[in-house]
């Protein structure tokens, strides 16, 4: 865990909004740009992917990232790196300590082989990500082959000593946050989750706070 707090004020940032519990959202971050992501109210998992705004093609690689830093968790000091190679993103602050790269994100399809075949139609992680990757690629033809796997911020997801994963409580609590700066132009696309059946949000979805600083 490696705790590292921002120096960032929150009325000087170019961008504050609240992201409803369930929602999707995308946004264009220019190089040089600062996130800042709020769990407001502790254990939301804000599943989240990024594609480079010139060319989506070029995307987030948990592969490369992980197998760059050898380590499975994200924290202070991490790169988020593209399937190029390319460091997209750093991450510059964060009070939480930890961020899963490995447990994905819920789907219609997870939803009814987990948990029950009536989950089916319950609101997905995979649902926003298409929505939301439908109207904003267009122009490049993107679909549902264009989703990679995604970073969990806040989630809990250890590794047991066999090598098996497991859903866990979460490691955030209310106020806890993550900051990564821009490395290149990019598209944040995130789902806060609407996840109910596992405790990835503590059973109960919460809104975020993002923020965006020049
Ligand atoms: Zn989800």
Redesign the pocket.
């Known amino acids: 865990m490696t705790v590292v707090e921002s120096h960032r004020d929150p009325s000087r940032a170019s961008y504050d909004r609240v992201l409803p519990a369930g929602e999707p959202w995308l946004h264009e971050l220019a190089r040089g740009q600062t996130l800042r992501i709020v769990d407001l109210e502790g254990n939301q998992?804000v599943?989240t992917l990024f594609f480079n705004a010139r060319d989506p093609l070029e995307r987030y690689s948990a592969q490369d990232t992980v197998r760059r830093q050898g380590n499975i968790y994200l924290t202070t000091g991490s790169s988020i790196l593209s399937d190029r190679g390319n460091v997209m993103l750093n991450i510059v602050a964060d009070t939480c300590g930890r961020h899963d790269t490995l447990g994905g994100?819920?789907a219609a399809e997870s939803n009814s082989v987990r948990y029950a075949h009536e989950k089916k139609y319950l609101h997905?992680?995979r649902d926003n990500f298409l929505i939301a990757l439908s109207r904003w690629g267009d122009p490049y033809g993107l679909t549902k082959r264009d989703i990679p796997s995604n970073i969990n911020f806040f989630m809990n997801v250890p590794v047991t000593a066999t090598g098996g994963l497991t859903f866990e409580d979460g490691v955030s609590a209310p106020g806890k946050y993550v900051e990564l700066r821009a490395e290149m132009d990019v598209v944040a696309l995130i789902?806060n989750?609407?996840?109910l059946n596992n405790p990835c949000n503590a059973y109960n979805p919460t809104p975020v706070r993002l923020l965006i600083w020049d």
């Open positions: 998992a599943d994100a819920c997905s992680c789902s989750c609407p996840q």
